[in-house]
């Protein structure tokens, strides 16, 4: 601009230059003319001042516009360094999905921040620099119009020295920003990426232990050998080492279920897990699903087996019987069993079926006591049941934990039982006992006596009842332990405990249709004889129920009845039968006491057969051991006192 007011005044200041001379001369000597004279000379200096001025001012500007060109080129190199951090910053999005990529990217993110570190200073003094340049610049608002908008190929210093400063405010506001929102994005960035990183390097810690874990079980499991080729014995152990492992692995469904967890942690953090990591995690969710499967399907496989072919199976009764002949069992697991010549089946056991056909040739027995009696031992030597100690049978029941009267045991448990009990009589008497037949015989026995239903249960005390009835000893201890499976703790019955034995081995009969005789199912009247035959007392003592069995009540009469048919059974008496003429007797041996030396066979006696007059009223005693005086029985067709048995009665008495 002043040098514009100098172009512009220069061809005045010429003219006024020139003619000085003459318009001094034309004052003459006069003090206007000195005046105008020092007006001249001082327009001079100062006009060369102005021009020395004008010409200082355009040197320093050409100086400063090279020295500020130089700064806008730095800010437009700055600028392009951090556009181009920026990109590199954007392409390092979004945020890895594993841990090799996120540490790639934190090695990015160090890096920059390192180069950020190192260009700061260099930033912010040139932004100072800039700063200080625009501070001595006028401020040319954004809507001020340009003195000379028209372009032009010359431009003034000044005009160029307005342009590098627009320049500059302009480069230094973008740097400014972008320098600011470079360092907001790369410290948000490294944040999310660490952030990132600490969550993914859990997760994959976690996902490598919880492989290596499966591994450990994965190989255990391929040391499995096919159940189908494991021995019978073995199978508890490989239940046993099954539990264990299923036990070791439990742990890994918390592993499991902290993986996944992680996993869904990542999803707000806007992480998506690479197709590796997912893949790895897919691979350990299915591969402990699949273990998980595996345990539960061999624990099943050798529960079954075990079932089935262990121990406490009935796989090993299957042998008990014979072709045409098959054992099967029921979904209750009672057995039944298929003829494959008839195509049939049936509850019972053949040899059971076989047993009940031979108990037919006993019903010509007239009386009915010893009728049950002598079938009760045909079914108690069948069984084997005549080598089993009283004593065995209550040790077998502790030992199988039997103490809850009410349980109902599985045909299963009984099997159990049963098996323990023959196991020990076949050690004893290897050559009469067949182990899986007398099972499956005392198996079918019991079902036909208190599950008649085949429901497949039966109950503790109906087992104790039955087994301990049929059972070997002295007639009186049996007593004391039938007793005792009902008494109390004080070692006392009441009304309702006696009850439920007598009931319990009043099936016995029954279940050979001989119940009539005996009372029928209601035992309600030898348990009021019972108690009434010690003086109406609340409760009975051991002592007590053995005194009134003595007396041998109607419900029960068949029991002792037993004992002398098993007493009597190898007994040889030194005479003949009068009537069939056997010689000696053999069995149960019946002297007249109204005919002298008139003795008969048990044969001929139970038919009834006589001879030489002798009549079926006439008094009898009975010899059940070949020394006479052991026990005696004396039996009259009629007016005699005692239990009424079928159509005779009986009375007992000792000779002495």
Not at 24 to 45: C, I, P, T, Y
Not at 102 to 124: A, D, G, T
Not at 134 to 159: C, M, Y
Not at 367 to 393: G, H, N, W
Request: proline letters at 4%; glycine letters at 4%.
């Amino acid at each position: 601009d002043i040098q514009a007011e100098i172009d512009a005044h220069n061809d005045i200041y010429k003219s006024v230059d020139g003619n000085k001379s003459k318009m001094v001369k034309a004052l003459g000597s006069s003090e206007e003319a000195v005046f105008l004279q020092h007006r001249l000379d001082d327009m001079n200096q100062r006009w060369s001042d102005l021009k020395a001025k004008s010409a200082n001012i355009r040197a320093h500007l050409e100086a400063s516009a090279e020295r500020w060109s130089r700064l806008l080129g730095l800010l437009e190199e700055l600028w392009r360094w951090i556009c181009l951090k920026d990109e590199e910053l954007a392409k390092q999005m979004p945020v890895g999905g594993d841990v090799p990529t996120l540490q790639q990217q934190q090695n990015h993110c160090m890096v920059v921040r390192s180069e950020l570190k190192e260009r700061e200073h260099l930033v912010i003094s040139t932004l100072d620099q800039a700063r200080m340049f625009l501070a001595d610049q006028p401020i040319e608002g954004p809507g001020e119009p340009r003195k000379n908008p028209q372009p032009k190929t010359d431009l003034t210093p000044e005009e160029k020295a307005r342009g590098l400063a627009r320049a500059i405010r302009k480069q230094t506001g973008e740097v400014m920003e972008r320098w600011e929102r470079l360092k907001g994005h790369m410290g948000g960035w490294q944040s999310q990426v660490e952030r990132a990183l600490e969550r993914l390097q859990e997760l994959q810690s976690s996902m490598d232990q919880l492989d290596v874990r499966l591994t450990q079980a994965e190989e255990a499991k391929e040391t499995w050998q096919p159940v189908g080729d494991l021995l019978i014995d073995s199978l508890q152990d490989h239940i046993d080492k099954t539990m264990t492992i299923r036990e070791e692995i439990a742990p890994l469904r918390h592993d499991v279920r902290i993986i996944n967890d992680l996993s869904a942690e990542l999803t707000p953090l806007d992480i998506q897990l690479s197709s590796t990591a997912s893949r790895q995690l897919d691979q350990l969710n299915m591969r402990w699903k699949l273990l998980q499967v595996a345990v539960e399907d061999r624990l099943k496989l050798l529960q079954e087996a075990h079932r089935d072919f262990g121990p406490s199976s009935q796989h090993f009764l299957s042998t008990s019987v014979q072709l045409p002949w098959q054992r099967a069992v029921s979904q209750n697991k009672v057995p039944y069993y298929i003829n494959h010549q008839t195509q049939t089946t049936c509850w019972d056991h053949p040899k059971m079926t076989e047993l009940y056909q031979s108990l037919a040739d006993l019903n010509g027995v007239r009386f009915s006591a010893y009728r049950t009696a002598m079938k009760i031992r045909r079914l108690q030597k069948a069984l084997c049941f005549d080598l089993l100690d009283l004593s065995v049978a209550q040790s077998t029941f502790e030992q199988h934990k039997l103490t809850n009267n009410n349980q109902l045991l599985s045909v299963p448990e009984v099997i159990n039982c049963l098996t323990s009990i023959y196991d020990g009589l076949e050690q004893e008497h290897k050559d009469l006992v067949n182990v899986p037949l007398c099972v499956d015989m005392c198996l079918n026995w019991l079902l036909n006596v208190y599950d008649t239903g085949r429901s497949g249960k039966i109950r503790v005390l109906s087992m104790k009842i039955g087994l301990l009835s049929l059972s070997k000893g002295h007639l009186e201890e049996k007593y004391k332990y039938l007793f005792r499976q009902v008494a109390s703790a004080g070692d006392t019955c009441d009304q309702r405990q006696l009850g439920l034995l007598l009931h319990e081995a009043i099936q016995v009969p029954r279940q050979l249709g001989e119940v009539a005789a005996f009372g029928g199912s209601n035992i309600e009247p030898s348990v009021r004889s019972c108690f009434q035959h010690v003086t109406n007392k609340v409760e009975l003592e051991p002592r007590q129920f053995v005194d009134w069995m003595r007396l041998e009540p109607q419900s029960m009469v068949w029991l002792p009845v037993l004992h002398r048919v098993a007493a009597a059974e190898t007994a040889k008496h030194q005479a003949k039968c009068n009537i069939c003429k056997e010689c000696p007797i053999v069995g149960f041996r019946y002297r007249s006491l109204k005919h002298f030396n008139y003795d008969v066979c048990q044969c001929c006696f139970f038919s009834g057969r006589t001879a030489k007059g002798h009549k079926l009223n006439y008094p009898m005693v009975e010899y059940c051991t070949p020394l006479q005086w052991d026990f005696s029985v004396i039996l009259k067709k009629q007016n005699v006192v005692g239990c009424c048995i079928d159509c005779c009665n009986l009375s007992v008495f000792f000779l002495s």
